[in-house]
């Protein structure tokens, strides 16, 4: 339809201006798709490591969603738990429940679940020194090419029982990994202790897991992929692809620090890659109309939920909580017009509920218009830095803008108003 020819134009010339070389594209509303389309290719014209070649993007490319992560996997689990009464978001995450009494030492006995969802536990924005890094000493790390690994779960685990703060509790909004790799560890130990996960929902190479964090950390993903991801029927998405499908995933960067290679088909971020490729705070490899699933369930979430998210829950996640600390909503930050300087979501209003990811994906849903955007890319090809910053941003705000000219212009003709 020729009405979504702005769409497709904003997006062609960020492609051309070499903020990203190719993305896939969707918007929905109650009623469904309303556009979902593929741009560009895998890369500029260079050979991606998997295929040799540079391949089309389609719509069953698959993205690494970077910090995407946080909300679709991580977020979504927590509210699973909250709404089924199992979590009190004002739970210290030194109970007994969660991480135990090892978690409350160096200022942490008063940390809950919320002040993790709305970053601002005190924690510094990541650990230092970083888990992939060789000072770190995860033993993968002193291979020139590290391998995927679940070995360094148990000292990452321990390192974060031990981690320290640079803020009071509460005080200071800090955005930190550190607070979804704590949930991704809270997740972990309800869906051992709740007996919602068995041995065989785990991964083949989780069933032999002793160790508290590795335990913890298969736990989650089972827990994701069986109460979220499958939930909502995404087929093609989550941690850890198998390797047949990497060829599909679109490439990251040449690490040159950590990895020493492009990376294809397994996590870009180097702590998750430090966790084996499960974590809270990134991880997830998803393709769009997938994603679109999963916010559709989340944007259009029924009084009961079927299943998943019900309204009440999804409105309790998606607001933001304190508008004189930041633009943050529990996990999800929103596009406050005020607070948040940054306005990836353009001018979709206030209320808007969004995330970005470092890769350079995004997701943006309106609950005033009733609209949500996902943005799938790999602005980090090939270098980590490429478009980073203005570039990325403005191709976010552009595209969301030109779907709100499309939706706005709809809404005029209906006789609503713009809900700003």
């Known amino acids: 339809d020729d009405k979504w020819a702005g769409v497709d134009a904003t997006l062609e010339a960020s492609i051309a201006a070499h903020v990203f070389p190719g993305c896939v594209a969707g918007v929905a509303d109650k009623t469904g798709v309303r556009y979902l389309k593929a741009h560009g290719a895998f890369t500029y014209g260079q ?148 007996g919602y996960i068995s041995s065989e929902d785990l991964l083949p190479s989780c069933r032999d897991a002793t160790g508290p964090g590795l335990k913890r950390t298969c736990y989650y993903e089972a827990y994701v992929r069986k109460y979220v991801f499958d939930a909502v029927n995404m087929t093609e998405s989550g941690f850890l692809p198998p390797q047949a499908d990497w060829g599909q995933v679109a490439p990251t960067w040449n690490d040159e620090t950590y990895r020493h290679r492009v990376v294809q088909g397994q996590v870009s971020d180097g702590n998750s890659y430090a966790l084996g490729g499960v974590a809270g705070h990134a991880g997830l490899i998803a393709t769009a109309p997938d994603m679109i699933k999963l916010l559709s369930r989340i944007a259009f979430a029924t009084e009961t939920g079927d299943g998943f998210l019900n309204a009440t829950t999804v409105k309790t996640f998606t607001t933001a909580y304190n508008l004189t600390q930041s633009s943050r909503a529990l996990g999800w930050d929103t596009n406050n017009y005020e607070m948040n300087t940054y306005r990836g979501c353009g001018n979709f209003s206030s209320l808007t509920y969004t995330h970005l990811g470092y890769t350079g994906t995004e997701v943006c849903v309106d609950p005033t218009r009733g609209v949500l955007t996902v943005l799938l890319d790999n602005r980090c090809y090939p270098v980590q830095t490429g478009g980073l910053g203005d570039p990325i941003k403005y191709a976010r705000r552009g595209f969301n803008n030109a779907v709100l000219a499309v939706v706005d212009a709809e809404r005029a003709a209906a006789g609503g108003d713009d809900g700003a």
């Not at 679709?72 to 709404?83: D, E, K, L, R």
Request: charged share 15%; with cysteine.
């Open 47 to 194: 050979p991606a490591p998997v295929t040799g070649t540079s391949p089309k993007v389609t719509l069953a490319t698959r993205y690494d969603m970077a910090s995407v992560t946080k909300v679709s996997a991580t977020t979504s689990a927590v509210a699973t738990f909250y709404q089924r009464g199992e979590l009190d978001l004002d739970m210290p995450v030194s109970d007994p429940l969660l991480l135990g009494s090892a978690y409350a030492v160096n200022g942490k006995a008063t940390i809950t679940v919320r002040n993790l969802l709305l970053h601002n536990a005190g924690y510094p924005p990541d650990p230092v020194p970083n888990y992939w890094d060789p000072e770190f000493g995860c033993p993968a790390t002193k291979e020139e090419h590290p391998p995927l690994t679940w070995d360094c779960n148990e000292q990452i685990f321990a390192a974060l029982l031990n981690q320290t703060l640079i803020n009071p509790v509460g005080v200071k909004y800090v955005y930190s990994d550190l607070s979804m790799i704590t949930n991704q560890f809270i997740v972990g130990a309800l869906a051992m202790k709740l």
